[in-house]
Nanobody, 119 residues
């Protein structure tokens, strides 16, 4: 059974940039609408960016214009480019299917990657 491997998180100052990667073995990610999620301490996990099988992208208003989601189907990897980071972007970031249907549920969550924005 496959698993997600998220990487690229780090401690960065406000205004800085990071690039996150999400790779998976065992499943072809290009077959699914995929998303990056984040979960801050004491808060629920939320979607921040999504990329459809068509390549169409969607962003939460809080990251629009600062984050860019992309996918490399040859590498079976999803990326999240983040710029102009703010302290409120601090969270553990995960990737998974955008939708969670009973007949097509999300995959098991990976470990995520910690992003900390602080001076």
């Amino acid at each position: 059974q496959g698993q997600f491997v998220e990487s690229g998180g780090d401690l960065v100052q406000p205004g800085g940039s990071l690039s996150l990667s999400c790779a998976r073995s065992g499943n072809i990610l290009s077959a699914y609408d995929m998303a990056w999620f984040r979960q801050a301490p004491g808060k629920e996990r939320e979607v921040v960016a999504a990329i459809m099988t068509s390549g169409t992208t969607r962003y939460d208003d809080s990251v629009k214009g600062r984050f860019t989601i992309s996918r490399d189907n040859a590498k079976n990897t999803i990326y999240l480019q983040m710029k102009n980071l703010k302290p409120e972007d601090t969270a553990v970031y995960y990737c998974n299917k955008l939708f969670d249907y009973s007949l097509n549920p999300r995959f098991r969550w990976g470990q995520g990657t910690q992003v900390t924005v602080s001076s």
